[in-house]
């Protein structure tokens, strides 16, 4: 039974009728004498009205020549426009399934479509749409997104659902109307959705506005407008792994453990050995050479990409990937190291089941990992799109263009090969930073929100303690440099600077 019947059924008091027996009750005017809530109202001789929702009063106001506006809407059902438009979405979705699925139902009996709209009363063209398979995804999205939603706000209590969750670099990528109505829709089955306000910690007089979607057991009490635990921060978790790619059907992980390589599918070139092009391992260090047209080494639409391959399960390459026409006959990949033996060219991978690698992989809705399908070889756009998809191998850590934008620290890889004094001053630098920053969230004093953020930081320097990065040089850029035989000793191809010749 569908959620109007059901609650027309709450009306009539046994919640035993059946939707047949409901319309025989049920009459012209609305039921129970109230404008709030789901609204079981209208009826009539078409198909559809036989499933007696909130439409049905809407066409019946329009032939008396109602118009929809705010002052209509809320005098006439009580409601916000914004509240009836989400009404007026999901109930126009019921119908079309309804209607989507006595059409199915009518072509598995045998019948064409000429014969299926004069049965349903519609037009040929009507018939064809309600059979597409795209416009049945459509219909389905809001009744999906609502239900990835439920999934997780029942494991995770409270999710920041506010502005940009949908769209932001690390959002959904569905639309902010086809979310709201999602919400809507989880609001009326009693989940809680509550605004809450942080103060901006380099801007105390601005405030940063959230919205947490909550389970059905956290409520507010003793009279509160919001439950208390809103403002327990650190528990308000966000959907920034999750990504849609079909509109908010279905959704997926932006970071999957990544599949592994078989080693032998592996050439490694060791300092001394020579490779087709006359270059030893030695000569291009830590370049990937990819065999072409393999499908689960695939860089998409880039030249180079910084990578980690799994090998084995146990080890992983490490490197700047390239395609290549010197890879030898039996291998799809070459990987050249300075190394002098097999055991030390291969890295170990970390004990981490969310990072094996120990350095943070691209998102795949970024390029970082990608699905193709497994029989034909093509690149996908979702884990969804086949039966056979598939994870490729290539997990970028960053892609061509990428280092024009990296932030100008000065990793420990760089520092040790500098002189103390220059490595001091750097880090000093990056020390009085910190130190400002500290001083910044002590004169805090809402203490919940200086637990906050004190917590976050105390993360933040933790992770800066492992990663030992230092204060930028004036004028300091990121590059790439990738080895090409063509080019002379005294030669490097930068398009990005202007030549010089002399």
């Known amino acids: 039974m569908n959620p109007i019947a059901k609650e027309i059924v709450s009306y009539f008091g046994s919640g035993t009728m059946t939707e047949e027996e409901i319309i025989k009750h049920y009459g012209v005017g609305h039921l129970g004498g109230g404008n709030s809530g789901r609204y079981p109202w209208g009826s009539g001789k078409d198909d559809y009205q036989h499933s007696i929702d909130f439409l049905g009063r809407i066409e019946k106001l329009r032939k008396e020549g109602w118009k929809e506006n705010a002052e209509n809407i809320k005098k006439d059902f009580g409601m916000s426009m914004t509240d009836f438009r989400h009404e007026k979405t999901l109930c126009e979705n019921e119908r079309r399934l309804s209607q989507i699925k006595r059409v199915e139902n009518l072509k598995e009996q045998g019948l064409n479509n000429s014969q299926i709209a004069k049965e349903m009363k519609m037009n040929e063209s009507s018939v064809r749409s309600l059979l597409d398979a795209e416009a049945k995804r459509n219909t389905l999205q809001a009744k999906e997104t609502a239900e990835f939603l439920k999934q997780r706000v029942t494991k995770d209590k409270m999710i920041e659902v506010g502005k940009d969750t949908e769209r932001d670099v690390n959002g959904l990528n569905i639309s902010r109307n086809k979310l709201d109505t999602a919400l809507y829709l989880l609001e009326s089955q009693g989940y809680g959705i509550y605004p809450n306000r942080i103060p901006n910690v380099t801007n105390p007089n601005h405030q940063i506005t959230q919205l947490v979607l909550c389970d059905k057991d956290i409520k507010p009490k003793d009279g509160q407008k919001v439950p208390q635990e809103i403002y327990q921060y650190d528990k308000i978790k ?265």
Request: aromatic share 10%.
């Open 238 to 502: 966000t959907l920034s792994e999750y990504i849609s790619r079909d509109g908010g059907k279905t959704f997926e992980k932006k970071f999957y453990y990544p599949e592994s390589m078989d080693s032998s599918r592996v050439k490694i070139l060791l300092k001394d050995e020579k490779g087709l092009d006359g270059l030893t391992g030695g000569d291009k260090d830590g370049l990937v050479e990819l065999r072409r047209g393999v499908p689960d080494l695939d860089l998409g639409n880039s030249r180079y990409s910084q990578v980690r391959i799994l090998v084995d399960g146990k080890k992983y390459i490490k490197g700047m990937a390239v395609y290549s026409d010197n890879v030898p006959d039996g291998y799809d990949l070459v990987f050249n190291t300075s190394k002098s033996s097999y055991d030390k060219a291969l890295k170990d991978i970390k004990k981490d089941p969310e990072n094996p690698f120990g350095s943070a992989i691209k998102d795949i809705d970024q390029g970082g990992q990608y699905w193709y399908d497994s029989v034909t070889g093509k690149r996908l756009q979702s884990k969804a799109e086949s039966p056979n998809a598939k994870l490729g191998l290539i997990n970028k850590r960053a892609d061509e263009g990428d280092w024009t934008e990296w932030k100008d620290t000065l990793p420990s890889q760089f520092l040790s090969k500098q002189t103390t004094y220059m490595a001091k001053k750097q880090l000093d630098l990056a020390k009085a930073y910190k130190e400002a920053e500290f001083d910044e969230y002590k004169s805090l004093t809402q203490p919940t929100i200086k637990k906050y953020y004190l917590e976050n930081f105390a993360g933040k320097c933790d992770k800066a303690a492992v990663d030992l990065k230092a204060a930028s040089l004036p004028g300091q850029k990121y590059h790439v440099i990738i080895p090409v035989n063509t080019l002379g000793e005294k030669e490097v191809y930068a398009p990005q600077y202007k030549s010089e010749v002399k």
